[in-house]
């Protein structure tokens, strides 16, 4: 297992920026896909973006143009920068390493304690 440690949230205005922080120890984390998901109350967790060991990235739509994952591994960190947020953003954001079965990525650990976003005037 791994320990997972979101930070960064807050509260911005639309239109506004954040930027999220993920800590991990405990592993070789170079080797690890990672993911940042989020959830808002009354919805299920939600994947929004994913960047692979190697570097590749991708999003849900609903982010997509909005959003940048990215990692530092010799931090063992992987952050997520959010641009132009939204209402529809505000949720409790959370990372986790990825594993790939059948197409479909899927978190490995426990979830950490995530960070919250509230996106309000």
């Known amino acids: 297992q791994v320990q997972l440690v979101e930070s960064g949230g807050g509260l911005v205005q639309p239109g506004g920026s954040l930027r999220l922080s993920c800590a991990a120890s405990?592993?070789?984390?170079?080797?690890?896909?990672m993911g940042w998901y989020r959830q808002a109350p009354g919805k299920e967790r939600e994947l929004v973006a994913t960047i692979t060991s190697g570097g590749s990235t991708n999003y849900a739509d609903s982010v997509k143009g909005r959003f940048t994952i990215f990692r530092d591994n010799s931090k063992n960190a992987v952050y997520l920068q959010m641009n132009n947020l939204k209402p529809a953003d505000a949720a409790v954001y959370y990372c986790?390493?990825?594993?790939?079965?059948?197409?479909?990525?899927?978190?490995?650990?426990?979830w950490g304690q995530g960070t919250q976003v509230t996106v309000s005037s």
């Open positions: 986790n390493r990825l594993t790939r079965i059948g197409g479909n990525w899927y978190e490995v650990d426990d």
């Open positions: 405990g592993s070789i984390f170079s080797l690890n896909a």
